[in-house]
């Protein structure tokens, strides 16, 4: 699974944009968690049974097995929709500070946007948000984060990206975080070795999406993605 | 670390409320009325396996309902009205 990190730039448009660009991938990466979660869920089943056996503790709640095989059987529903070639292993990556940041954004500019988004509202984008991600790195504290960025909010989208070990983190804001428009900007983080190449929605949608038909993707079918997401009997 | 294709992740009911931002209260009633997947340990603790709460919780929420009143309401703003909007914020 190749993991992205986005930026409130590539999120919010995402989420409030149901006819553009950025909601396409958004679906490319609901069809990424819906692989990811199939895979995940086998081998969870059998690291349960070893814990629960270990620790003397017993599974219960939802079943393990069923999560796993609606998983399956949704990932194939929407990839009969998608062009051929669309990547199911793309994996949107978050971490409670970047889901803080989206969410007071999404609060700041969505009723300028659309004086109908309430507070109210906003907690549903997250959860939007929380559906797609195949993981939430581990809590950290961001005033000990390193300063990797001119703009000290920016820093915690960064810091997600080298945490998570993702491989891309889209942002278009060109001034703070991409800043370079035409190509890629490397982060690292010396401690760890880990690095993880920035650049715009455009520069990454040319890049790693146009080996199929990426513009043949329809919006409108991420509530099938979400559906399967919460495929239930 | 990623949990995806690497060891799964076990975390407590306080770690789930905390990444998910609801109440310890909520992730016990999810438990409870067995909508996620949980260990339960010996000394009554619970341990619920990440990403098998994060696939549970779109049977936690109507998701695809939820998407589309958003849209309906909210889906026809532009990508570059956003854009704007966050150029003003960002200054």
Redesign the interface.
């Known amino acids: 699974m190749r993991l992205i990190v986005l930026d409130t730039s590539v999120v919010l448009p995402a989420l409030l944009s149901s006819g553009g660009r950025r909601r396409k991938l958004w679906l490319l990466l609901a069809y990424g968690a819906l692989s990811a979660r199939a895979d995940q869920a086998r081998l969870d089943i059998e690291f349960l049974h070893h814990e629960a056996a270990e620790l003397g503790g017993e599974l219960a709640g939802r079943q393990i097995e069923e999560l796993a095989a609606e998983a399956e059987a949704g990932r194939a529903r929407v990839a009969e929709r998608l062009p051929a070639g669309a990547p199911d292993d793309l994996g949107l990556v978050a971490s409670r500070p970047v889901l803080d940041e989206y969410e007071r954004k999404l609060a700041e500019i969505g009723s300028r946007l659309n004086p109908d988004v309430r507070a109210e509202h906003i907690p549903l984008f997250r959860r939007q948000v929380e559906a797609a991600c195949v993981d939430i790195t581990n809590d950290f504290e961001v005033g000990d984060i390193p300063n990797y960025t001119p703009d000290r909010d920016d820093d915690p989208v960064v810091h997600t990206a080298l945490l998570a070990d993702a491989t891309w983190l889209v942002a278009d804001d060109k001034k703070h975080i991409s800043r370079e428009p035409g190509g890629t900007f490397e982060y690292r983080d010396d401690e760890s070795g880990r690095h993880v190449s920035a650049m715009t929605f455009d520069y990454f949608a040319a890049t790693h999406l146009s080996h199929f038909d990426f513009d043949r993707i329809d919006g409108s079918w991420l509530g099938l993605a979400y559906a399967q997401l919460g495929a239930r009997d | 670390?990623?949990?995806?294709?690497s060891?799964?992740k076990?975390i407590s009911t306080k770690e789930a409320a905390?990444?998910?931002?609801v109440t310890q209260r909520t992730v016990t009633n999810w438990?409870e009325a067995?909508?996620?997947?949980?260990?339960?340990?010996?000394g009554g603790e619970y341990?619920l396996?990440?990403?098998?709460l994060?696939?549970?919780?779109?049977?936690t929420?109507?998701?695809?309902t939820?998407?589309?009143?958003?849209?309906e309401?909210?889906?026809?703003?532009?990508?570059a009205?956003?854009?704007e909007?966050?150029d003003r914020?960002?200054g």
């Open positions: 670390m990623p949990a995806i294709g060891q799964p076990l905390a990444l998910l931002n438990i067995d909508k996620v997947p949980y260990l339960r340990l010996p341990r396996p990440l990403s098998g994060l696939a549970s919780l779109s049977g929420y109507d998701l695809r939820e998407l589309e009143a958003l849209d309401r909210f889906g026809a703003i532009d990508e009205d956003v854009f909007e966050l914020t960002n």
